[in-house]
C-alpha cells in the first residue's frame, strides 16, 4: 500500500528566508507525485507535480521540489518566502494505476513572520 | 472558463439525518473525485467516477454513496450522519481517470457540520 509522511506539522519562518517542506512516500510501484498548497477556507491548489523525466520541478509561485527515488523522497523548496505563502501544504502520491486516488500526506502548516 | 464548483458552500445537519452534496466538473473533464478533510488532516480518498461510472472507492462505509450524471456532474449522499462526518468535503475533476498527463484540479469544497 501506498502511504506519505509529512516529517514536519508546523514550520515557522522569516520572510525573505528559505525554506524546504520534507515529504516521504513508500510504495512497491512507480509513482506520481504532487505538491498541493491550500489556503485558509479554501480547497486545494496544485504547486507542482511529477510524472517521469527531470527529477527536479519548478512550480507555481517560484516552489520547486525534488524527486529522490533512492530515498523515496520528494522535498518542497523555495529560496525566499513571502508573507503570502503562509498556508497548509500537502504532498501526494497516486501511481499508474489507481489514478484517481490520490493518497495525501497530513500536511505542513508553513507559517511565515515578518 | 469556471473552475470546479461545489454546493452548498457550508450546511448544518443533525446526527441521523442525509445530505447530498453537489459537483460540478471544469467543462470537459470527465472525471470526478471525492474526497473528505476531517479538521487537522490530509485529504481522504472517497470515490471516483469516470464516464459515469465507479472507478475507484475509499475506505468509507456504505452510508457513504455517489453518483455522476450524464452532463459528468455528481453528487455525494451521506446517511445516517454521525459527529465525526463533520468535515470539508472535496470534489476535484481531471480530463480522465488515470494516466500519464493526470491531474486533478479541486473546488472549494463543502463545509459540514453534524450536530
Known amino acids: 500500500a501506498q502511504s506519505v509522511t509529512q516529517l514536519d506539522s508546523q514550520v515557522p519562518v522569516f520572510e525573505e528566508a528559505p525554506v524546504e517542506l520534507r515529504c516521504n512516500y513508500s510504495?512497491?510501484?512507480?509513482?506520481?507525485l504532487f505538491w498541493y498548497v491550500q489556503y485558509p477556507n479554501q480547497g486545494l491548489q496544485l504547486l507542482l507535480k511529477?510524472?517521469?523525466?527531470?527529477?527536479l520541478v519548478k512550480g507555481i509561485n517560484g516552489f520547486e521540489a525534488e524527486f529522490n527515488k533512492s530515498q523515496t523522497s520528494f522535498h518542497l523548496r523555495k529560496p525566499s518566502v513571502h508573507i503570502s505563502d503562509t498556508a497548509e501544504y500537502f504532498c501526494?502520491?497516486?501511481?499508474?494505476?489507481?489514478?484517481?486516488?490520490?493518497?495525501f500526506g497530513q500536511g505542513t502548516e508553513l507559517s511565515v513572520k515578518p | 472558463d469556471a473552475g470546479v464548483t461545489q454546493s452548498p458552500t457550508h450546511l448544518i445537519k443533525t446526527r441521523g439525518q442525509h445530505v447530498t452534496l453537489r459537483c460540478s466538473p471544469i467543462?470537459?473533464?470527465?472525471?470526478v473525485s471525492w474526497y473528505q478533510q476531517v479538521l487537522g488532516q490530509g485529504p481522504q480518498f472517497i470515490f471516483q467516477?469516470?464516464?459515469?461510472?465507479?472507478?475507484g472507492r475509499g475506505n468509507f462505509p456504505d452510508r457513504f454513496s455517489a453518483r455522476q450524471f450524464p452532463n459528468y456532474s455528481s453528487e455525494l449522499n451521506v446517511n445516517a450522519l454521525l459527529l465525526g462526518d463533520s468535515a470539508l468535503y472535496l470534489c476535484?475533476?481531471?480530463?480522465?481517470?488515470?494516466?500519464?498527463?493526470?491531474?486533478?484540479?479541486f473546488g472549494p469544497g463543502t463545509r459540514l457540520t453534524v450536530t
Open positions: 476535484a475533476s481531471s480530463l480522465r481517470a488515470a494516466g500519464v498527463s493526470y491531474e486533478q484540479y
Open positions: 510504495s512497491s510501484v512507480s509513482v506520481y
Open positions: 511529477y510524472l517521469s523525466g527531470s527529477t
Open positions: 501526494a502520491v497516486t501511481n499508474y494505476n489507481q489514478g484517481g486516488k490520490l493518497i
Open positions: 467543462s470537459g473533464h470527465k472525471s
Open positions: 467516477y469516470y464516464e459515469k461510472e465507479e472507478r
